[in-house]
C-alpha cells in the first residue's frame, strides 16, 4: 500500500487495547478538529440561548457533545493510526462514524440551535438566510429523500468494499480521510430524516421513516457475512502490515466482518425505541388536540352521520 508518510502517523507497537486509546493525533488531525470545532460552537449556541431566557434541554446538550466526543476519539487515539493498517480498526471506525456518530449529533437537534442563536440583524442575517435557504433548496429535498440516502448509505459499504474503488481512494491520505467524512455524511443523512425534530424540506410520515429504518438495519449484516465467510483477503490495502504487528490477515477480516455483523445491532435498536417513543408521543399530541377541537366545535361528520341514521325509514 502506497500512503503519503508524511501526513500519517503509524504506530510502532503492536495492536493493544492500550496502544488503541492512548491519544495519539495525526499531524493533520482534521476529523479530531471537527469535532473540536462543532461542540465549541454548541456550546456557544447553547448559552446564547439560556443568556436569552430560554431553555434548552440539558438532554440535547449531552447528546451533541457526546457525538462530538466519540468523532474525536474514534478519529484523534492511536485506533486511526493502526486504521490505516488493520481491516478490524477500519471497519470499526467506519461503523461508529456512520452509526453511532450521527444519531448522538442530530438528537441535539443543532438546526434548531442555529435559527434560535443566530441573532436576527448584523452578522447573523446572512447566515439565517443562508441556512434557510439551504434547508428549503432542492439539493437538499434531494439529498434526504429515501431515494437517495438508502442507496448512499448502501454504497457506502457494499460499493466501497466489494468493488476497486476502496483500494484506489484509501491507498492515500487525503482519501482515507475522505473515506472517514463520507462515512460520516452519510450515516447524518440517514439518519436526519427519521430522528431530526426541526423542520425538513422532506418531511415523511413515521410509516415512512419505519420502513427506511427496517430496510437499513440488515445491510450491514449481510456485508459481515460475506467478510467472514471469505477465503481470501478482499482489499489489498490491508494486506501488508508492520512485521512487528504479528497481524492474522483472515483472522483480521473475519474480525472486521464480525464487527460489521453485530456492531450496528445495539446502536439501531436504540435508535428504533427512540424513534418509537417519538412516534407515540406525538401520536398522542395530535390526539390530544384533536379531542380539544371536536369538544369546542363538535364534530361534524359524526352529527352529520347521526343526522343521515335519522332519516332513514323505520320498520
Not at 496502544?19 to 478538529?33: R, T, V
Not at 481491516?87 to 467506519?94: A, D, G, I
Not at 471469505?230 to 502490515?241: G, I, K, M, N, R
Not at 446502536?267 to 428504533?272: D, K, M, P, R, S
Request: charged share 15%; with cysteine; proline share 8%.
Amino acid at each position: 500500500m502506497v500512503i503519503a508518510m508524511e501526513w500519517v502517523d503509524l504506530p510502532e507497537a503492536p495492536p493493544s487495547f492500550g496502544a488503541m486509546l492512548s491519544w495519539n493525533p495525526q499531524p493533520l488531525p482534521i476529523l479530531p478538529m471537527l469535532g473540536l470545532a462543532l461542540a465549541a460552537w454548541y456550546c456557544w449556541g447553547v448559552r446564547r440561548v439560556r443568556a436569552g431566557g430560554r431553555v434548552w434541554p440539558w438532554s440535547r446538550t449531552a447528546s451533541f457533545l457526546g457525538g462530538c466526543l466519540l468523532l474525536i476519539l474514534v478519529t484523534g487515539l492511536g485506533i486511526e493510526g493502526y486504521g490505516f493498517e488493520l481491516f478490524s480498526v477500519w471497519m470499526f471506525q467506519h461503523l461508529t462514524l456512520s452509526m453511532a456518530v450521527p444519531p448522538l449529533l442530530v438528537l441535539g437537534c443543532p438546526g434548531i440551535l442555529l435559527l434560535r442563536s443566530t441573532p436576527h440583524s448584523g452578522w447573523g442575517k446572512p447566515v439565517l438566510r443562508a441556512a434557510l435557504g439551504s434547508l428549503r433548496s432542492r439539493s437538499a429535498r434531494i439529498l434526504l429523500n429515501p431515494g437517495v440516502t438508502i442507496p448512499l448509505f448502501l454504497f457506502s459499504y457494499y460499493g466501497i468494499y466489494l468493488s476497486p474503488v476502496f483500494d484506489l481512494v484509501a491507498s492515500s491520505w487525503a482519501g482515507h480521510t475522505a473515506l472517514e467524512l463520507v462515512f460520516l455524511a452519510t450515516g447524518v443523512l440517514f439518519i436526519v430524516p427519521v430522528l431530526s425534530s426541526g423542520p425538513l424540506p422532506v418531511k415523511q410520515s413515521y410509516l415512512g421513516r419505519c420502513f427506511d429504518l427496517f430496510v437499513e438495519m440488515p445491510l450491514h449484516v449481510f456485508i459481515g457475512v460475506i467478510l467472514m465467510m471469505a477465503t481470501s483477503p478482499l482489499l489489498s490495502t490491508f494486506t501488508d502490515p508492520p512485521a512487528a504487528w504479528g497481524v492474522d490477515l483472515m483472522g483480521d477480516q473475519q474480525l472486521a466482518g464480525g464487527l460489521a455483523w453485530s456492531y450496528g445491532e445495539p446502536v439501531a435498536l436504540i435508535v428504533v425505541v427512540i424513534f418509537a417513543m417519538r412516534w407515540n408521543r406525538d401520536e398522542g399530541r395530535a390526539n390530544a388536540v384533536a379531542d380539544k377541537r371536536t369538544t369546542r366545535e363538535g364534530d361534524g361528520e359524526l352529527d352529520s352521520y347521526n343526522e343521515f341514521l335519522k332519516s332513514l325509514p323505520r320498520h
